[in-house]
């Protein structure tokens, strides 16, 4: 879905031709507000049926604690997203079927989401969504490794998907397509979390090296998985490596998801990612695995993410056809123990009702 949107290639444009308004219109504050934050669209989050429908974009406007206090204090907060607001979308007229729903405003600390915010003067901010490298709604794991271990690099990617996890496997060259540099370099962009596969060689390639550089300038968290006899080397020597083995990979699984867990930092996007991973699961004896793992790690589902679960379940016959879901009603237990609703089941149907039974 996300392919398919043009408005947020052209917020950059509208927010320089705002700065340039309000500057010549004696508006200084609207100015220095655009320059001093970085800019973060999120795609298709509202959408209403009027006109034949509209998808609504959000833009949060990143800055610092002292900026927000000094040039959006917070009793004029609101009317300044609001003006924000209006003359984005005065500029966004010409544009059919998407509009901004919302501007937002957000201390800049260095979370997932600021870091892939951008100045107006920086680098087009590049949406993950609309990569294909990625997998939506997966956490983006960059595996840096050497060619000759791309096989084992790829069976690992496959197992962590399992986990809701999407991994770039990088391809390691002397001399790599043009092309294909590009592609790394958006992974490199795009990625929440670097997983270096730490063979007796690793250290030895010019662009492991460089891989794990671009991690460490852009504050990534990088997970050394020492896979043989030699110690990660450099600035990622200093945490300890989790040792696996390279003809085993499965064994190391539960350990390796772990500490990418607690690296990330974050339990919303780890458990946004054991929820897209269960209702997207492609066979039945994998939807029992993924739903073990949602009971071990969720305690509390967000209305949308169960609103998913409800539909996923109607249309993928891997999870309404899987026994063990309704067997001593396991599924129903979990959604009513992270919930205020009770639920209740009937083929493919979930019901969610709001008042609990006596």
């Known amino acids: 879905m996300t392919n398919k949107f043009y408005l947020p290639s052209k917020i950059n444009s509208y927010l320089k031709r705002l700065l340039a308004e309000y500057k010549l219109n004696s508006e200084p504050k609207y100015a220095e507000i655009i320059s001093a934050s970085k800019i973060l669209v999120q795609e298709g989050v509202d959408y209403d049926d009027w006109d034949g429908g509209q998808y609504g974009h959000v833009i949060k406007l990143f800055l610092t604690a002292e900026q927000l206090t000094s040039l959006v204090p917070l009793n004029l907060q609101e009317k300044i997203s ?59 794991l960059f595996i840096s490794h050497r060619d000759k271990y791309k096989s084992q690099a790829n069976e690992l990617a496959e197992l962590l998907s399992n986990y809701g996890i999407s991994s770039f496997v990088a391809h390691d060259s002397i001399e790599p397509m043009e092309q294909w540099q590009q592609t790394i370099l958006k992974g490199l962009e795009t990625m929440e979390l670097m997983l270096t596969f730490v063979t007796d060689d690793f250290h030895e390639s010019f662009w492991t090296n460089q891989e794990i550089g671009y991690a460490l300038a852009r504050n990534i968290p990088v997970i050394s998985f020492k896979l043989q006899n030699k110690d990660p080397a450099g600035f990622i020597a200093e945490k300890q490596a989790l040792k696996g083995n390279i003809d085993d990979l499965t064994s190391s699984l ?20 054991l929820v897209e991973a269960f209702t997207t699961s492609p066979e039945w004896r994998e939807t029992t695995r993924r739903f073990e793992r949602l009971e071990k ?23 309404y056809n899987a026994v063990y879901l309704t067997n001593k009603d396991r599924l129903t237990k979990f959604l009513n123990s992270v919930s205020d609703d009770y639920f209740t089941i009937e083929g493919n149907i979930i019901t969610r009702n709001n008042v609990i039974p006596f």
């Open 82 to 140: 609001e003006k924000l607001h209006s003359d984005i979308n005065k500029c966004a007229q010409a544009i059919s079927g998407e509009y901004i729903s919302k501007v937002r405003f957000e201390v800049d600390d260095n979370d997932f989401e600021s870091q892939s915010a951008t100045h107006l003067s920086e680098k087009p901010f590049i949406s993950p969504e609309s990569l294909s490298i990625w997998k939506p709604g997966c956490i983006r």
């Open 254 to 273: 539960p350990k390796l998801y772990d500490l990418l867990a607690k690296r990330l930092s974050n339990q919303s996007r780890m458990q946004a990612a």
């Open 297 to 319: 790690h969720v305690t509390k589902l967000s209305d949308i993410e169960i609103d998913k679960i409800i539909s996923s379940y109607r249309n993928n016959d891997q999870l």
